[in-house]
């Protein structure tokens, strides 16, 4: 079993910055990319950052310049700077991760995902 937990999701004001976490445990093998995605009400949940094992790193154009993703592989963890936060960037944000966990059946890849936490940005 894979688990990814998130933390530091809150309250902040117009133009404040926060840091959320993700640390993924369990069974795992290697991971080829992490990432943060987020949904909103009424929206669709929509890729915000995700960084590759290599460091490559892609940003959704709406963040670009203000978020910044990072990842500590030997800790299997992810984190997302986000600076000069905008009411329209309160959503549930969700850390989600591509790895590969060894089964009986060898080798498998997987996609797992976080249980959310909450970011809202005020005005």
């Known amino acids: 079993q894979v688990q990814l937990v998130e933390s530091g999701g809150g309250l902040v004001q117009n133009g404040g910055s926060l840091r959320l976490s993700c640390a993924a445990s369990?069974?795992?093998?290697?991971?080829?990319?992490m990432g943060w995605y987020r949904q909103a009400p009424g929206n669709q949940r929509e890729l915000v950052a995700s960084?590759?094992?290599?460091?490559?790193?892609n940003y959704a154009d709406s963040v670009k310049g203000r978020f910044a993703i990072s990842s500590d592989n030997a800790k299997n963890t992810v984190a997302l700077q986000m600076n000069s936060l905008k009411p329209e960037d309160t959503a549930v944000y969700y850390c989600?991760?591509?790895?590969?966990?060894?089964?009986?059946?060898?080798?498998?890849?997987?996609?797992?995902w976080g249980q959310g936490t909450q970011v809202t940005v005020s005005s």
């Open positions: 989600n991760g591509h790895l590969s966990t060894l089964t009986p059946w060898g080798l498998r890849g997987f996609e797992y």
């Open positions: 369990g069974n795992i093998f290697s991971i080829t990319d």
């Open positions: 960084i590759t094992s290599g460091g490559s790193t």
